[in-house]
């Protein structure tokens, strides 16, 4: 069942405050959801479909469920698959919907690493007894998979710097912004090396917050004020660790950014604006060549002379900032993708930024680790006729 234009974005909330102390994870989910519903003109009493992922504490969606007061559930879904999962969420609301499950899905995320911790909480996964003992870490792993990019298409750290120039110039027009200061290619290479070849202007920010979506039916949006955002087409596809013989130089989005496209009947030359999961700069360059803004190999290239920034640029790219110097709340970035591909097609980001006559935008998300397993989604959005 295609969901192609059987489900609207109602409502987009993104939590202002990047470090938030004295309040607990489900306080700040509750804040979320209020502040979406609140943007699409509706009540939790409306909310028949509840979305949430690894993040939601307790018993997740029942837990939640109950903390929020969704008294009127007919449907409930906890996909984890990382930082994508939100992006998975707005697909899985939609075929809900389409389905008759639902008519009013609520999506949220909330986390509050940046005060209390990050907790990876994957001691009982079945390869941490293969992988674990040799002392992966995060930034570790995504750094091979930049080395080896680089080994197989001579990309260089100037090239993955261009992304954090552009995301960098985005965010110095976002009052919420962790880090608002504009940065330059030298400053970038002039940073500290956290593991090489990435340094630490190539890592994301580690924020508190939270950001939350209202998908509803379109007999729902056509009696609610606020104008809407059509959801196209979507795609997910996990990409794992192939017994060892993993490829590192390319993601999940190989496989879910076609379906997306194929569902929505677009192709990459229709996209206006793209979010593009940003964790570290590797994931943006990967994620841009698997998507087919460019071939494989030629994204150091595709990256430069300003191409990633926006309004001019021949792939404007999360101009909010991004992960890599906004908000990257609960260290999970697949919401805040979609919330900012939603301001561009209503209008709504910032003027410096803003993408003219923006109709058609992609949301791209990824969740696990590009150098083991992890799952890509990607969503194609449309401005409301």
Do not use: W
């Given at each position: 069942m295609s969901v192609r234009g059987r489900a609207q974005i109602a409502g987009a909330y993104e939590h202002p405050e990047r470090k938030i102390p004295g309040k607990s994870v489900a306080q700040v989910h509750a804040e979320v959801a209020?502040?979406?519903?609140?943007?699409?003109?509706?009540?939790?009493?409306?909310?028949?479909?509840?979305?949430?992922?690894?993040?939601?504490?307790?018993?997740?969606?029942?837990?939640?469920?109950?903390?929020?007061?969704?008294?009127?559930l007919s449907y409930l879904d906890s996909t984890e698959t990382g930082g994508s999962s939100y992006v998975i969420h707005v697909?899985?609301?939609?075929?809900?919907?389409?389905?008759?499950?639902?008519?009013?899905?609520?999506?949220?995320?909330?986390?509050?690493?940046?005060?209390?911790?990050?907790?990876?909480?994957?001691?009982?996964?079945?390869?941490?007894?293969?992988?674990?003992?040799?002392g992966p870490t995060t930034v570790s792993m995504y750094a091979l998979a930049a080395r080896r990019h680089m080994y197989e298409y001579g990309t260089t750290?100037?090239?993955?710097?261009?992304?954090?120039?552009?995301?960098?110039?985005?965010?110095?027009?976002?009052?919420?912004?962790?880090?608002?200061?504009?940065?330059?290619?030298?400053?970038?290479?002039?940073?500290?090396?956290?593991?090489?070849?990435l340094r630490r202007l190539d890592c994301c920010v580690i924020t508190d917050g939270g950001g939350a979506l209202v998908v509803v039916a379109p007999e729902v949006a056509r009696d609610l004020p606020r104008r809407t955002v059509t959801v196209l087409g979507h795609g997910e596809a996990p990409k794992h660790a192939m017994n060892g013989h993993v490829d590192l130089t390319f993601t999940g989005a190989k496989w879910s950014g076609p379906r997306a496209?194929?569902?929505?009947?677009?192709?990459?030359?229709?996209?206006?604006?793209?979010?593009?999961y940003d964790s570290f700069t590797i994931t943006v360059l990967e994620t841009i060549e698997d998507l087919g803004f460019c071939k494989k190999g030629d994204g150091g290239h595709f990256v430069s002379d300003g191409a990633l920034w926006a309004p001019g640029g021949a792939l404007p790219f999360n101009t909010d900032g991004g992960g890599l110097c906004n908000n990257h709340p609960s260290s999970r970035g697949g919401m805040t993708k979609v919330i900012e591909a939603v301001r561009q097609l209503r209008g709504e980001a910032h003027p410096q930024v803003q993408v003219p006559d923006c109709e058609i935008a992609l949301a791209h998300g990824t969740g696990g680790s590009l150098a083991t397993r992890m799952g890509s989604a990607t969503l194609i959005l449309g401005r409301e006729d």
């Open positions: 209020l502040g979406a519903l609140a943007d699409a003109g509706l009540s939790m009493g409306d909310v028949d479909g509840y979305f949430c992922a690894g993040d939601a504490p307790g018993f997740g969606p029942l837990s939640m469920a109950e903390y929020l007061g969704l008294d009127n697909g899985h609301a939609a075929a809900a919907i389409a389905a008759g499950k639902c008519r009013v899905a609520l999506i949220t995320l909330a986390g509050l690493p940046r005060t209390q911790g990050l907790d990876r909480g994957r001691g009982g996964s079945p390869e941490s007894g293969f992988e674990s003992p040799f750290s100037a090239q993955l710097a261009e992304i954090k120039v552009a995301a960098s110039h985005h965010a110095s027009f976002n009052p919420n912004a962790l880090l608002p200061r504009e940065v330059t290619v030298a400053e970038v290479l002039d940073s500290p090396m956290i593991s090489d070849p496209f194929e569902e929505a009947g677009v192709t990459v030359a229709d996209i206006d604006y793209a979010s593009i």
